[in-house]
């Protein structure tokens, strides 16, 4: 019979193994002995000797300097504002239409439209400078192109006092949408305290018509500036043009046609989620029976 020469090897080698053990014969291997050596032990350190330090990094230094922009560089900025410009779209502000600079991202573009209130028919272009640090800096500036009659804007460069609501901007949790929605909430809720426009701030706690008398007049002073080209020369600076039919009237049609048809997609997907969700509920209660 012929046998694997692997297996007649193994069965072999154990069979040879088995017979020694019986006969008490098995050799054993010595390991060889060890060399014992002595302690080691570490020379000493010789006189007048100075220790050896790591030069400091300049990414730690740079980092302290100039925070996450230094740190991260200019991707992690950019992702940065990407990221703030796309929560701005998704909290849809109503009453507020902003963009991003054609020449820097730390500059946006925007204007407020008031509806109702003291600024009724308000239309108030700004301008948002972002910290080249963001968002590990401050809070961001909001500037008006024209200032406002207004207790929390200065009268002269026109600035929001932004820092009253953001006094310390925390990453991650504050963010520029934010700051846009500050902007349209204090000219329906008035603040006084510590005003940067003080004639603003007695006006409106001690005569309340004189008050609405000025802001009026500052009403009609933005709005006579809305044709103005920008102070910023930037192809997408916010620009207003006079109403012409040949030109808007086609793009006004454009524009109710899509909200027809965008409302229409949502209502079918409201009606077939609706659907969806009652077939759930029946299979639900089917298995429950």
């Known amino acids: ?31 060889p002995a060890r060399t014992h050596f002595g302690k080691k032990v570490l020379p000493p350190i010789p006189k007048n000797a100075t220790p050896i330090t790591k030069p ?8 302290s300097a100039n925070g996450t922009h230094a740190s991260y560089g200019p991707f992690y900025l950019e992702y940065s504002l990407l990221a ?11 009453g507020i239409y902003v963009q991003p600079s054609y020449k820097s991202a730390l500059m946006w573009f925007g204007v407020i439209f008031i509806r109702h209130g003291l600024y ?3 239309v108030f272009k700004f301008t948002v400078y972002i910290p080249d640090n963001y968002p590990d800096g401050e809070c961001p500036k909001l ?7 207004h207790p929390l804007v200065d009268p002269v460069s026109g600035e929001l006092d932004v820092r009253r609501a953001f006094t310390k901007w925390r990453r ?19 603040n006084t305290t510590e005003p940067l426009n003080p004639e603003a701030a007695v006006l409106y706690e001690k005569d309340v018509q004189l008050f609405k008398s000025k802001v009026v007049d500052s009403v009609k002073l933005c709005n006579s500036h809305l044709f103005d080209q920008p102070k910023i020369d ?12 040949a030109v808007h009237e ?40």
């Open 172 to 190: 991650n949790h504050n963010h520029i949408w934010q700051v846009l929605m500050y902007a349209r909430t204090v000219f329906y809720k008035i």
């Open 250 to 289: 086609e793009a006004k049609e454009r524009m109710f046609t899509y909200k027809v048809s965008y409302m229409n997609i949502l209502k079918s997907t409201e009606l077939y989620s609706v659907k969806v969700w009652i077939r759930y509920l029946h299979v639900i209660c089917s298995a429950a029976v």
């Open 143 to 149: 500037v008006f192109d024209i200032p406002v009659f």
């Open 234 to 245: 930037d192809p997408y600076a916010i620009s207003f043009s006079p109403w012409n039919p």
């Open 84 to 94: 703030e410009f796309t929560l701005v779209i998704k909290q849809k502000l109503p």
């Open 1 to 31: 019979m012929n046998l694997n020469p692997f297996w007649s090897m193994s069965a072999n080698t154990s069979r040879k193994r088995a017979d020694e053990e019986q006969s008490g014969h098995t050799d054993q291997r010595a390991s």
């Open 120 to 122: 009724q028919d308000g």
């Open 56 to 63: 400091p990094s300049m990414v730690s230094a740079a980092h």
